[in-house]
């Protein structure tokens, strides 16, 4: 008979034998669940907890001068985000980063607080704000590479260029123009975390391809500082409100620079006046002065006049019903040529008068005047044209002078350019191609002729009197160039009285626009002067500038002086002698 005690142990085996039995049954039907039927679930929840899905977008694109220089580049940033789950103290925390990052503690906490993976914190910030939030050494706070606009010239050429804002959108000039362009490519990828749920570098090469197009100027770095230079140096002599000048080859219309006074740095614009950051060479209109005695004087030789055609200057005084036109200097008769060397009031409101409001207007909206020129920058502004039915007497002699028009001062280089291009208008141009992030070209700009504002022959003779002009006893003499034959006209415009009627006194825009050599002219150039101090008439504001700006291009051009004499003297019927 069996011992009782040793089937008790024999019971127990059997019991121990059958739960190991069950217990493994129970780990294999558990294995086959979690390997077989369930891989794929577990499998994802892995997954996610090593990565997560990211929307990551390419750098945007460059903008670069006529030679490739960069304008407006992008660099590597950084980017601090946050894992909720892994802060163990979110108040801590938040209180650790205010005094860097300068942000509210209240709104910390609540992003530390989230239930999720991910929170964004500050974007951008530099690499030395960088070392100092890595060195807290904080729990669940990493760093994400990321770009950041950058504009290594500072304020040269600011108001053309522009700027962006969050998330690198172009706000204004040519990134807010060419935000499409210039922007990069968006997609959404998974990245991979390592096990204290950083993020791991993000594929370099895929970045890459998501590079936004670059866009090629035909401004040109170096006339574009030197123009600035100029500019500046005018505009504080003079104690003025502030300034523009261009530099346009007439033969293309491409521009080489435009350029304002004052300026701003784009890569810290939150700290300027917005008022500075309008291009304000195509925004802002002006009364042009003067210098729109050129285009009158066209519209006279286009219809049957000659450079050597006399009127009678009233020695200095002509009475148009209430209103007194007055020249500086009296005169009695002179030519067409004089009128224009000696800027006379009163011999342009004669021809206006000759010609009627019909022909100059006419010939006014051929050169361009009154319509948008078709610039690639934003916010292009038509000036004011009045349809010549509503004209009155005064009206067609004011205009005829300058005054009660008004234009923008791309639309006046543009009107330069065209009686130095023998009378053809180009559509001005500021963008030479658009080029993908592969290096190859996806739209090359041309330049492209408008349509033909006069002949070629009366563009010939005005350019003779805008040479006269410049020559003894003209009103430009200050923007004579050794060795050159230059070609200007001045302008000294009253300004308006803003929301009222009639002309401020002693206020003043001082104007100089012309070009060189006579013979092939290569560049164009205006000087504008807003409210110049003590001395105001463009021949002594402006013409200094435009001479320094045209010396300088052409030492760098390489733009040679004219053989024999220094300068061509020019007689009543418009040929070099």
Known sequence: MPDPGQKKIVNRIRFIQVVLILILTGLGIKSFDIQILKADE?????????????????????????????????????TVIADPLRIEAPVKTARALVPLLEMDVEDLVQKFSRQ???????????????????????????????????????????????????EDVGLEGLEFKYNDVLEGHAV?????????????????????ELRGNDIVLTLDKKIQLFTETALEETVLKHQAKSGMALVMRPATGELLAMAHYPRFNPNNYQEFDPALFRNRIVTDSFEPGSTLKVFTAAAALENGMAPSTIFFCENGRYRIGKYTVKDTHPHDWLTINHIIAYSSNIGAVKIGEKIGRQTLHDYLSRFGF????????????????????????????AISFGQGISVS????????STIANNGQVMKPMLVKKIVSNTGEDLKVFHPTPVRQAVSPQTAARVKHMMALAVQENGTGTKAALAGYNVCGKTGTAQKVVQGQK???????????AGFAPLQNPQLAVLVVVDEPRNKYYGGDVAAPAFKNILAQSFNYLSIPPAAGSMVAAVTDQGESL
């Open 116 to 166: 999720s993976r991910y929170a964004l914190i500050a974007e951008n910030i530099s690499p030395d704000l960088a070392l100092k939030v890595r060195a807290l050494n904080l729990p669940g706070i990493y760093f994400q590479k990321s770009f950041k606009r950058f504009y290594p010239n500072r304020e040269l050429a600011a108001q053309v260029l522009g700027f962006t804002g969050k």
């Open 42 to 78: 577990y499998a994802r929840r892995a997954e996610n907890g090593y990565s997560r899905h990211l929307t990551i977008k390419g750098e945007r694109g460059r903008i670069l001068d006529r030679h490739w220089n960069k304008l407006g580049a992008t660099l590597d940033a950084l």
């Open 188 to 208: 959404t990828i998974r990245v991979r975390r390592d096990g204290t749920g950083r993020i791991l570098d993000i594929d370099r090469q895929k970045q890459a």
């Open 502 to 512: 009639g002309y401020a006194k002693n206020i003043y825009t001082s104007v100089f």
């Open 409 to 416: 001062a791309i639309q006046l280089v543009s009107g330069i």
């Open 370 to 397: 009154g319509s948008t020129t078709q610039i690639d920058s934003p916010g292009e502004t038509t000036g004011t044209l009045m349809p010549p039915e509503r004209w009155t007497k005064i009206d067609t002699g």
